[in-house]
């Protein structure tokens, strides 16, 4: 049955971007309020699952033309790298480095290390959500 | 004064939340548990809200934006089940 859902898809369109930049402030938030790598992630996945409802995964394949399983790799090997990246520097596994940094349009600003483990968690995550919602939320 | 007044507030919202919960299990057709799932969100944005005045922090305020994001995406996934009988479709031309 064909349906007309303009309207939907319209509105997907605008609130993904929405979620997005939600995502991205829950996950920069995350080091002293509430938020982190693993909400940013599931929000994220929530909002290309709004645009897998308002399209098809055809569509939503074509603009996002990576494999989702990559991204578990690459996550992995963020979170990997930054713990074992210690290790280098004679201190214990999982010890991460901070410092104070003058930028230029931010100001006085602290940046850690254990955002990129944060990052690799966030790919994770969106990896995984993905690829479990790919294969099994396809009805053929 | 503003604590007493909250603190029934909340009681009514667990009030209401056990009759949606009674909808949602005993309702006779899908849309009427779909409507009552989708006032469970709605609920459980307000018990958040409540609950973040009473404790008098402001943390819980993006977990609110989280729950209706969340309600949202669930509530457009059952109203196009209830109307094409699939949530993702491969092909939508077809």
């Known amino acids: 049955m064909k349906t007309n859902d303009?309207?939907?898809?319209?509105?997907?369109?605008?609130?993904?971007?929405?979620?997005?930049?939600?995502?991205?402030?829950?996950?920069?938030?995350?080091?002293?309020?509430?938020?982190?790598?693993?909400?940013?992630?599931?929000?994220?996945?929530?909002?290309?699952?709004?645009?897998?409802?308002?399209?098809?995964?055809?569509?939503?394949?074509?603009?996002?033309?990576?494999?989702?399983?990559?991204?578990?790799?690459?996550?992995?090997?963020?979170?990997?790298?930054?713990?074992?990246?210690?290790?280098?520097?004679?201190?214990?596994?999982?010890?991460?480095?901070?410092?104070?940094?003058?930028?230029?349009?931010?100001?006085?600003?602290?940046?850690?290390?254990?955002?990129?483990?944060?990052?690799?968690?966030?790919?994770?995550?969106?990896?995984?959500?993905?690829?479990?919602?790919?294969?099994?939320?396809?009805?053929? | 004064m503003i604590e007493t007044v909250l603190q029934i507030s909340l009681l009514l919202l667990a009030i209401a939340m056990i009759g949606l919960i009674y909808r949602l299990i005993k309702g006779p057709t899908v849309p009427d548990r779909v409507v009552a799932l989708d006032a469970m969100g709605v609920n459980l944005v307000s018990i958040t809200a409540v609950l973040s005045m009473l404790l008098g922090t402001s943390n819980y305020l993006d977990i609110i934006l989280l729950i209706g994001i969340l309600a949202f995406i669930g509530t457009v996934a059952f109203a196009k089940f209830l109307e094409k009988g699939k949530v993702i479709e491969h092909d939508r031309d077809q």
């Open chain 1, 6 to 140: 303009v309207i939907f898809q319209t509105v997907a369109k605008v609130v993904f971007f929405m979620i997005i930049f939600f995502a991205v402030h829950l996950f920069f938030a995350g080091h002293y309020y509430p938020g982190g790598g693993f909400v940013g992630g599931l929000l994220t996945s929530g909002a290309i699952v709004l645009l897998l409802l308002a399209y098809d995964m055809k569509t939503v394949r074509r603009g996002f033309p990576v494999d989702f399983k990559w991204l578990i790799s690459l996550g992995l090997l963020f979170s990997v790298g930054t713990a074992a990246g210690s290790l280098m520097f004679n201190v214990p596994f999982f010890t991460h480095a901070y410092d104070y940094f003058q930028l230029p349009l931010f100001g006085k600003t602290s940046l850690h290390t254990a955002m990129l483990f944060d990052l690799g968690v966030y790919l994770v995550v969106i990896g995984v959500t993905m690829t479990i919602i790919q294969t099994i939320g396809e009805s053929e």
